[in-house]
């Protein structure tokens, strides 16, 4: 049995996207901060990537902070019609280059309008709460509840299509369906990693897109990384690289694809996200769509976690 994953998935009534995307927290500088090394290839890399079909975008305001969206309305504004771009609100940089809750109702409020007028947008097609219940950022002192209302409400006014969370767990994503619709989670999740698994098993449960962050284990799937570098929890063993390379080898295909094309037969509310500054990448990366993986092949890597 081959696994043929669908091409696109429908969020909710006429937002459709494709399940391959782009993730742009890479097209700023080191660390999701300052300018790109190279102004000219990011631009050019927003633009091939819609020339190859993407039509899910994910950025936000805090990645530069300012650029990414700042070089997404550079490369593609005015946007083509079918084009999603998701952002994210709930944290803010600061002058040491943290990363920090700001989830109060009012902060919330004029993180989206920074984001509107960055993306020079009149409404924002996605917009995920950045929580932190997943580990990687500690949470703010604001009530969730109060955080996710007030979004709700900027939802209802217009200025938000549609709401999602990132980092959550799933007794906050019971929490937020209560106070309104949430079409997508994005939470860490890779092939090495399945902690984000029980929220997985909700969102495929209520019919909610599941993103994973750090769909290529921040980059530890590129050949020639220290992998002694590798943020805690990320560095894959040389054993699962050997195992991966092998059913990758099969296919004529790289250990990237493999583990992208991995992530849309693994379920089918996934949507993949891979960032990357360099053209070639993403070429690689948006290769993997054409990539389908038998059962048992995805039966196999299911095991590498």
């Known amino acids: 049995m081959t696994v043929h994953a669908d091409r696109n998935l429908r969020l909710a009534d006429g937002l459709t996207v494709g399940r391959l995307g782009y993730g ?33 975008i994910d950025t936000s305001d805090f990645y530069g902070p300012h650029v990414a969206n700042d070089l997404i309305r550079e490369a593609l504004h005015p946007y083509p019609g079918d084009l999603v771009i998701a952002t994210k609100v709930g944290v803010v940089r600061d002058e040491w280059r943290g990363w920090n809750a700001a989830a109060e109702p009012e902060s919330l409020r004029e993180q989206v309008e920074e984001n509107l007028v960055r993306l020079g947008r009149d409404r924002l097609d996605l917009v995920y709460l950045r929580v932190g219940g997943d580990g990687l950022m ?3 002192d604001t009530p969730f509840a109060e955080s996710f209302g007030a979004l709700a409400d900027l939802r209802r006014r217009g200025l938000i299509r549609h709401l999602g969370l990132s980092g959550v767990t799933t007794s906050r994503l019971a929490e937020a369906r209560e106070i309104a619709p949430v079409v997508a989670v994005q939470n860490r999740h890779h092939i090495f990693d399945r902690s984000g698994a029980d ?22 799937l590129r050949p020639g990384l220290d992998l002694s570098q590798a ?37 089918p509310v996934t949507l993949a996200i891979p960032g990357t500054s360099s053209p070639a990448h993403l070429e690689e990366n948006l290769a993997a769509a054409r990539l389908n993986l038998t059962g048992d092949d995805i039966a196999a890597l299911d095991k590498l976690a």
């Not at 560095?235 to 094309?261: K, M, N």
């Open 231 to 267: 943020p805690p929890g990320m560095a894959p063993s040389p054993e699962q690289l050997a195992a991966l390379d092998e059913i990758a080898g099969r296919y004529g295909a790289t250990r990237v694809q493999a583990a992208l094309a991995w992530l849309l037969g693994h379920s």
């Open 24 to 56: 742009a927290m890479q097209l700023p500088g080191a660390g999701s901060w300052g300018p790109p090394q190279d102004h000219g290839t990011a631009l050019a890399v927003l633009r091939r990537a819609v020339e190859l079909g993407v039509t899910h």
């Open 138 to 140: 500690v949470p703010g």
């Open 199 to 220: 929220v997985l098993s909700a969102c495929e449960t209520a019919g909610i897109a599941f993103v994973p962050y750090f769909p290529l284990a921040a980059g530890m």
